[in-house]
Protein backbone atom coordinates (compact mmCIF):
# COMPACT_ATOMS: atom_id res chain seq x y z
CA UNK A 1 0.00 0.00 0.00
CA UNK A 2 1.22 3.35 -0.93
CA UNK A 3 1.58 6.22 1.14
CA UNK A 4 -0.87 8.04 -0.99
CA UNK A 5 -3.54 5.32 -0.86
CA UNK A 6 -3.49 5.93 3.16
CA UNK A 7 -3.76 9.25 2.70
CA UNK A 8 -6.98 9.06 1.15
CA UNK A 9 -8.01 6.28 3.09
CA UNK A 10 -7.38 8.90 5.97
CA UNK A 11 -9.47 11.17 4.11
CA UNK A 12 -12.35 8.69 3.03
CA UNK A 13 -13.18 7.33 6.85
CA UNK A 14 -12.25 10.42 9.30
CA UNK A 15 -15.28 12.11 10.29
CA UNK A 16 -12.99 15.36 11.40
CA UNK A 17 -15.25 17.93 13.12
CA UNK A 18 -11.80 19.67 14.78
CA UNK A 19 -8.32 20.62 14.40
CA UNK A 20 -6.81 17.31 15.82
CA UNK A 21 -2.95 17.60 16.81
CA UNK A 22 -1.18 14.34 16.16
CA UNK A 23 2.43 14.56 17.16
CA UNK A 24 4.77 17.98 17.73
CA UNK A 25 4.32 18.74 13.90
CA UNK A 26 1.28 17.04 12.59
CA UNK A 27 -2.33 18.31 12.69
CA UNK A 28 -5.37 16.53 11.23
CA UNK A 29 -7.38 20.04 9.91
CA UNK A 30 -11.12 19.29 9.02
CA UNK A 31 -12.83 20.63 6.09
CA UNK A 32 -16.02 22.86 6.51
CA UNK A 33 -18.18 20.18 5.85
CA UNK A 34 -16.35 17.79 7.93
CA UNK A 35 -16.70 14.80 5.73
CA UNK A 36 -12.76 14.45 5.33
CA UNK A 37 -9.68 15.46 6.70
CA UNK A 38 -5.95 16.52 5.50
CA UNK A 39 -3.15 16.13 7.31
CA UNK A 40 -0.46 19.50 7.60
CA UNK A 41 2.47 19.58 8.95
CA UNK A 42 4.04 23.14 10.69
CA UNK A 43 7.20 23.31 12.90
CA UNK A 44 8.82 25.76 14.60
CA UNK A 45 11.60 26.40 11.94
CA UNK A 46 8.70 27.26 8.98
CA UNK A 47 8.44 24.42 7.17
CA UNK A 48 4.27 23.71 6.28
CA UNK A 49 2.95 20.99 4.12
CA UNK A 50 -0.75 19.85 3.29
CA UNK A 51 -1.57 16.81 1.47
CA UNK A 52 -4.92 18.77 -0.03
CA UNK A 53 -5.12 19.22 -3.85
CA UNK A 54 -4.53 22.85 -3.64
CA UNK A 55 -0.76 22.35 -1.97
CA UNK A 56 0.05 20.03 -4.12
CA UNK A 57 -0.30 21.76 -7.08
CA UNK A 58 1.24 25.30 -5.38
CA UNK A 59 3.61 24.56 -2.36
CA UNK A 60 4.98 27.83 -2.21
CA UNK A 61 1.64 28.97 -0.89
CA UNK A 62 0.68 28.50 2.04
CA UNK A 63 -3.52 26.52 1.46
CA UNK A 64 -6.53 27.32 4.32
CA UNK A 65 -5.71 24.20 6.45
CA UNK A 66 -2.42 25.56 6.73
CA UNK A 67 -3.48 28.99 7.84
CA UNK A 68 -5.79 27.26 9.67
CA UNK A 69 -3.16 25.38 11.86
CA UNK A 70 -0.83 28.00 12.47
CA UNK A 71 -3.98 30.67 13.96
CA UNK A 72 -4.88 27.29 15.88
CA UNK A 73 -1.50 27.08 17.42
CA UNK A 74 -1.69 30.62 18.28
CA UNK A 75 -5.32 30.34 20.13
CA UNK A 76 -4.74 26.83 21.45
CA UNK A 77 -8.30 25.68 19.88
CA UNK A 78 -7.41 22.40 19.08
CA UNK A 79 -7.79 18.88 20.33
CA UNK A 80 -4.54 17.12 21.14
CA UNK A 81 -4.99 13.39 19.71
CA UNK A 82 -4.03 11.73 23.30
CA UNK A 83 -7.76 13.54 24.54
CA UNK A 84 -9.76 11.48 21.85
CA UNK A 85 -11.90 8.77 23.53
CA UNK A 86 -11.25 6.28 20.45
CA UNK A 87 -7.89 4.46 19.07
CA UNK A 88 -8.58 4.67 15.91
CA UNK A 89 -7.13 8.10 14.89
CA UNK A 90 -3.85 6.62 16.57
CA UNK A 91 -3.66 3.37 14.82
CA UNK A 92 -4.00 4.97 11.58
CA UNK A 93 -1.21 7.56 12.60
CA UNK A 94 1.24 5.16 13.61
CA UNK A 95 0.71 3.20 10.35
CA UNK A 96 1.45 6.60 8.52
CA UNK A 97 4.21 7.76 10.31
CA UNK A 98 5.91 4.27 9.27
CA UNK A 99 5.37 5.13 6.02
CA UNK A 100 6.94 7.88 5.77
CA UNK A 101 9.97 6.78 8.25
CA UNK A 102 10.49 3.95 6.29
ZN1 LIG B 1 -4.38 22.21 2.52
Given amino acids: MTLQTMQKMIEDTQQ ?3 ITKVNEDWYY ?8 CYKVMVTPDGREYCTCEEFGKNPSLKCPHIYAVINAIRT ?3 IDID ?3 MNK ?14
Fill in 29 to 36: VPTPEGRI
Fill in 89 to 102: LGEITSIINEAMNG
Fill in 76 to 78: GDF
Fill in 83 to 85: NLP
Fill in 16 to 18: CKE
